[in-house]
């Protein structure tokens, strides 16, 4: 995939799932302006770019603010000419089951994610309609936000909101050719290895340099923050121009297209529902098969724990 003459910008890009999109972006010949609230990561990301003949620029800032979002769409023209993609990864975790959570915990989280996203996209917008050219909006979202997950109200709300914001900013920016896209990304991160199922893999792997066994890559969709990396450089390229208002998973070696929430079942009834009425018929009716919640409990194999 080619990216020559295309400019990015990644926010969060100094670790993690950020950086694999930072550096992914300038492997295909984009110039990226990587963002970070750590100028040391930021700086060592900017350097392993440019040390292997690519172009970047780091930008040290805490997203969420409009002065934020206008600095790192001004860097990418000052700097490189142009903007072309703008990806919205930075976030922080604030994890608290609700009677526990303060109301600094919520802002926090909602702060960075969601209005994080919020900013820095439309700063994108804002140039992507001046230029004329199109771009594209990438916003990273999470299996938290589709499905609900223990102990993170900010964090499920935030990611949640991004992928509604993704459906209605593809409605709004599709006459300047500008496609929106979530990604629900699965990955070993710093996050990640807490998950008691989890952690002795990754652990072993990081201590190996073993691949992640099957049933981790393809039951659970898990493996490593490159392997997410690909479906980021697919977005930001012209290939995927008709790709928009999606939400679309991808980790170790799963790909897959999330469903937007629709009416799975209706009644009717003349003249209107009693609450006796809904009673009634509930069980029999449209709560006959209710929808699942949470994310479901990762299955390690029982006889080694790890899988072949």
Known sequence: MDLSGKVAVVTGAGRGLGRAYAEALAAAGAAVIVNDVDASAAAEVVAGITAGGGRARGVVAAVGSAEAAEQLVETAVSEFGRLDVMVTNAGILRDKVLWKMSDDDFDAVIDVHLRGTFSCARAAAVR??????????ILISSPAGQRGNFGQTNYAAAKAGIVA???????????????????VPVAATEMTKTIPAFAPVIEEAERTGRPFPAWLRRDEGMGTVEDVAGLIVFLASDTSAGVTGQAIGIGGDRLALWSHPAEKAVAFADGGWTADAIAESWQAGVGAEPEPYGIPAPKAPAATGQGA
């Open 128 to 137: 992507f309609r001046e230029q004329g050219t199109g771009g594209r909006l």
């Open 165 to 183: 914001m993704a459906r209605t900013w593809a409605m709004e920016l599709a006459r300047a050719n500008v496609t929106v896209n979530a990604v």
